[in-house]
C-alpha cells in the first residue's frame, strides 16, 4: 500500500517542482529584459574594470619577474661594487611598475607639465579634443560605410552616388584631425623635452653639481648621454604613450556602446570573456621590454662615452701608437651592445608573430562570428527586414569591431610601450636623485682603496665647517681623496693677504687636493676652514681649460662680452694686457682678430695657452690665485714677468709648482713629505737656495761613497 500511496505524491511534487522552476526562470528571464540594458552596463563596467585590473597586474609581473631576475644576477656576482667602466643606472635600479615608478613618473611629469595654466597643459587639452573628434568621426565613417554597401547592393545609383559625396566630405575634418593629431604629439613631445632638459640643466650646473657627478660620485657614468639622449627618449614616449592610450581606450569605450546596442550584449560579453583570457596567455608570455630597454640605453651610453674619449685623447694615443688597444675596447663596448640588441630583437620576433596572431587573427575571428549575431539570431530592438539592412548592419558593425578590436589590440600593445617609458622615467629620474644628493653632499663612491673601505666610508661621513672670511686660515682640516685616502691628517696653516704661499712635495701628497678643498670643489671632512668666497679665488691649472668661443673670450672667461663691458673693460685695456705676454702676434693669426673662432686648444701651443690663462688672471685680479704647475711650459723671463705683474696687481699667489726659480716669489712654504707629514714656515727664499744647494752637493759627494769603499776593497785585496 505504501508504494501506491507515495507514488501520485511523488508525481505530484515533481510537477510543482518543475512549474516553480518553470516559472522563476520566466521571471528571471522578464526581469532580465526588462532590465537589460541596466544589467550590461554593470557587466560591461565590471568587465572593463577587471581588464584594466589585468593589464595592470602582467606589467606589474613582467617588471616584478626582471626585477628577480636582476637580483638573482647581483646576488650570483655575491658584490655590490660596480664593475669598471659599467653605469650604475639602469644596472642596479629596478624598473618596476610600482609605486616607485609612479613617483618618479610624477616628479617628471610635474616639471614637464609644470601647471593647469602651461603651454603644455593648453596642448594636451586640444590633443584630447582632437582624440575624441577622431573616435565620433569614425563612428560616423563606419555607418556611412555600411550605408554605402546597402545603397550598392540595393543597386541604387543615385544613393550610391550621394553616400560617396558624404564620404568625401567627412574626410575633410577626418584628415585634418590626423593631421592635428599627428602636430600635437610632436610638439608635446618637443615641450617635455625642452622643459625637463631647462630644469637639468639650472641643477647639473650650479653649486658644481656637474663636478660632484663626475669626481665625488660614481652613480652615473654619462650624464651626456643621459642629458641628451634619454630625456629625449623619454619625452618622445611620454607624448607617444598618451594618444596611444587615450585614444584605444575611448575608441574602446564608445564602439563597445555602440556595438553592444547593434549586436547584443550578450555577445559582447562573451567576446570579452575570450579576449581576456587570450590577453592571459600574451601576458604569461611577455619578455620584460622595460629592463630591455633600459640596459640598451646604458650600453649605448657607455660606447659613446669609449669614442668621446678616444677624441678627447686622440693626441696621447696617436704618440703611444695606441689605436689597436682602443680599436679593441671599442669593439668590445660595440659588440656588447650589438648582442644586447640582437637578443631583444629575437625575444621580439617571437614575441611579436604570437601578439599578431591572437590580436588579430583569433580575435578578428571572434570579431567576425559576433558581427554575424543579427544576422543569425534576433537582436531586440532591432528591425532586420531585407537583405540591403541586413548588409549595412554588418558592414557597419564590422567596421566598428574592428575600430574596438584595433583600440583593444593597442591597449594591449600599450604595455610594452609603459614598460618602455619605465625603463626611461627610471635613468632620468636616476639622474635627478644624483643630482639632489649631490647637491645635498651625499655621495656615493665605490671604494677604490689600498686602506681598509670601512674606515674609508666612515672617514668620508664627517663634515668640518667652512666659514666666509678676508683671510685663509686651515684649522686641523684633513685632507681625504673621495676614495677616502688620508692624505694629510689634520692640516693648519694661516694666510693673510701679501702673503705669498709655495706648495711642494712628492707626487700625490695632496697638493692640488688643497685647492679643491679651497675652491669648494671637494668636501671639508673635519676642522674648520676660513676663506673667502668662491669669485674671490682664481685658479690656473697646469693644462689652463680655452673655451669654445672667440679669441676675446680665451682672455675673459668665464665672463662674457656684456659683463666685460659692465666692469668697463675695453679692447684696448685687454691688448695692454697681451702686450705684457708679449701675446699681441695672436691678433694677426686671424682677419677677424678678437672675433675670431677656432678650437683654440689646438691652434695655441702648450706654452701660449699657460700665457693666455695668465693674461686671463690679469684681466680677472682676483684677490687670491692658485697657481697649479701653471709656468710649466714658459721661459724663465716669460715666468718672471708672469709673477712680478701679478703681484703688481696685488694678488695673493698660492702656486704649487716643483720649480726652484720660484722660490723667491713666495713669502711662505708649506713642505708636504708624502707620509701625511708637513712643514708650514716663513721662506727666505736665498738662504732655503743656499742651503738646498749645499745638501745637494753633499748628496753628489754622498753617491761616490759606495765606488770609493769598492775601489779601496780592489786594492787592498791586489
Ligand atoms: N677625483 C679623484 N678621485 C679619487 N682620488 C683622487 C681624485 N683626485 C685626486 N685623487 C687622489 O688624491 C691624491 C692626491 O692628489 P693630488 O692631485 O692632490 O696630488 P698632487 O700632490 O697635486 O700630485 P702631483 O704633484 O702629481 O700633481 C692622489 O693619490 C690622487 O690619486
Request: net charge positive; glycine share 6%; hydrophobic share 40%.
Amino acid at each position: 500500500m505504501a508504494p501506491t500511496q507515495s507514488k501520485p505524491v511523488a508525481l505530484g511534487s515533481a510537477a510543482a517542482r518543475a512549474r516553480t522552476i518553470r516559472t522563476i526562470i520566466s521571471q528571471l528571464t522578464s526581469m532580465y529584459l526588462r532590465n537589460r540594458t541596466r544589467i550590461s552596463r554593470a557587466v560591461y563596467i565590471t568587465l572593463f574594470v577587471a581588464l584594466a585590473n589585468r593589464i595592470r597586474q602582467s606589467i606589474a609581473d613582467q617588471k616584478g619577474d626582471s626585477a628577480r631576475e636582476v637580483q638573482k644576477r647581483t646576488e650570483k656576482a655575491g658584490t655590490t661594487s660596480t664593475p669598471e667602466g659599467e653605469d650604475e643606472i639602469g644596472k642596479k635600479k629596478r624598473v618596476e611598475l610600482d609605486r616607485e615608478f609612479l613617483r618618479s613618473l610624477m616628479r617628471l611629469l610635474r616639471i614637464a607639465v609644470p601647471g593647469w595654466r602651461s603651454k603644455e597643459t593648453r596642448l594636451l587639452i586640444s590633443h584630447s579634443f582632437f582624440l575624441i573628434m577622431r573616435t565620433l568621426i569614425s563612428l560616423k565613417v563606419a555607418a556611412m560605410d555600411g550605408a554605402i554597401v546597402k545603397a550598392l547592393v540595393k543597386g541604387n545609383g543615385r544613393e550610391f552616388l550621394m553616400r560617396i559625396m558624404w564620404w568625401m566630405m567627412i574626410a575633410v575634418p577626418a584628415t585634418f584631425t590626423n593631421s592635428m593629431l599627428a602636430y600635437h604629439q610632436a610638439e608635446l613631445a618637443l615641450r617635455y623635452r625642452t622643459r625637463l632638459t631647462e630644469y637639468i640643466h639650472d641643477k647639473y650646473l650650479s653649486k658644481l653639481t656637474y663636478y660632484g657627478i663626475s669626481t665625488l660620485d660614481d652613480r652615473i657614468k654619462n650624464a651626456d648621454q643621459l642629458i641628451a639622449v634619454d630625456v629625449t627618449r623619454f619625452s618622445n614616449s611620454l607624448a607617444e604613450l598618451y594618444s596611444n592610450l587615450a585614444k584605444p581606450i575611448l575608441d574602446m569605450t564608445i564602439y563597445t556602446i555602440s556595438l553592444s546596442k547593434s549586436v547584443g550584449g550578450e555577445g559582447v560579453m562573451f567576446m570579452s570573456l575570450l579576449v581576456q583570457l587570450s590577453s592571459g596567455v600574451l601576458r604569461a608570455l611577455t619578455p620584460p621590454f622595460g629592463k630591455y630597454v633600459a640596459d640598451e640605453a646604458r650600453l649605448e651610453g657607455e660606447f659613446r662615452f669609449q669614442h668621446s674619449r678616444l677624441i678627447d685623447h686622440s693626441e696621447e694615443i696617436a704618440l703611444y701608437a695606441g689605436h689597436e688597444a682602443e680599436k679593441d675596447t671599442l669593439d668590445k663596448g660595440y659588440f656588447t651592445l650589438i648582442k644586447h640588441i640582437n637578443y631583444v630583437l629575437r625575444r621580439r620576433f617571437y614575441h611579436g608573430f604570437m601578439e599578431d596572431y591572437i590580436i588579430k587573427y583569433f580575435w578578428g575571428a571572434l570579431g567576425l562570428g559576433l558581427c554575424s549575431a543579427p544576422v543569425f539570431f534576433k537582436i531586440p530592438g532591432q528591425v532586420v527586414s531585407n537583405m540591403g539592412d541586413r548588409t549595412e548592419s554588418f558592414v557597419t558593425n564590422r567596421r566598428m569591431l574592428l575600430g574596438a578590436s584595433d583600440a583593444f589590440g593597442r591597449i594591449m600593445f600599450s604595455y610594452k610601450e609603459i614598460m618602455e617609458l619605465a625603463g626611461y622615467t627610471s635613468r632620468v629620474s636616476s639622474l635627478l636623485e644624483v643630482m639632489d644628493d649631490v647637491q645635498a653632499g651625499i655621495f656615493s663612491k665605490k671604494l677604490v682603496s689600498s686602506s681598509d673601505t670601512e674606515a674609508n666610508a666612515a672617514v668620508l661621513k664627517g663634515r668640518g665647517k667652512v666659514i666666509k672670511s678676508k683671510n685663509i686660515q686651515f684649522i686641523d682640516v684633513p685632507i681625504i681623496s673621495p676614495n677616502g685616502d688620508v692624505l694629510v691628517p689634520a692640516l693648519s696653516f694661516a694666510l693673510e693677504q701679501g702673503d705669498h704661499l709655495l706648495v711642494v712635495g712628492p707626487n700625490g701628497c695632496g697638493k692640488s687636493s688643497l685647492f679643491r678643498i679651497l675652491g669648494g670643489l671637494w668636501p671639508v671632512y673635519g676642522g674648520t676652514v676660513h676663506k673667502p668666497p668662491f669669485s674671490a679665488i682664481f685658479y690656473i691649472p697646469q693644462r689652463p681649460y680655452l673655451s669654445r668661443g672667440t679669441l676675446r673670450q680665451q682672455f675673459i672667461y668665464p665672463d662674457g662680452l656684456r659683463t666685460m663691458h659692465n666692469k668697463g673693460v675695453t679692447d684696448e685695456d685687454l691688448l695692454a694686457i697681451l702686450r705684457i705676454l708679449s701675446l699681441e702676434h695672436l691678433l694677426d693669426l686671424h682677419p677677424d682678430g678678437w672675433d675670431a673662432e677656432a678650437e683654440w686648444r689646438d691652434v695655441l701651443s702648450g706654452g701660449l695657452q699657460q700665457r693666455v690663462a695668465m693674461a686671463r688672471l690679469f684681466y680677472h685680479r682676483p684677490r687670491y690665485a692658485i697657481l697649479d704647475e701653471c709656468t710649466s711650459s714658459v721661459t724663465l723671463d716669460t715666468e718672471k714677468v708672469m709673477y712680478d705683474t701679478a703681484k703688481e696687481l696685488g694678488i695673493t699667489l698660492m702656486t704649487v709648482s716643483h720649480r726652484r726659480s720660484l722660490w723667491k716669489y713666495h713669502t711662505h712654504l708649506l713642505q708636504f713629505d708624502g707620509q701625511g707629514n708637513y712643514v708650514f714656515t716663513r721662506l727666505d727664499a736665498d738662504r732655503r737656495l743656499k742651503l738646498e744647494d749645499e745638501k745637494e752637493e753633499l748628496e753628489v759627494l754622498l753617491r761616490g761613497v759606495p765606488e770609493i769603499e769598492r775601489r779601496i776593497a780592489e786594492l787592498s785585496a791586489e
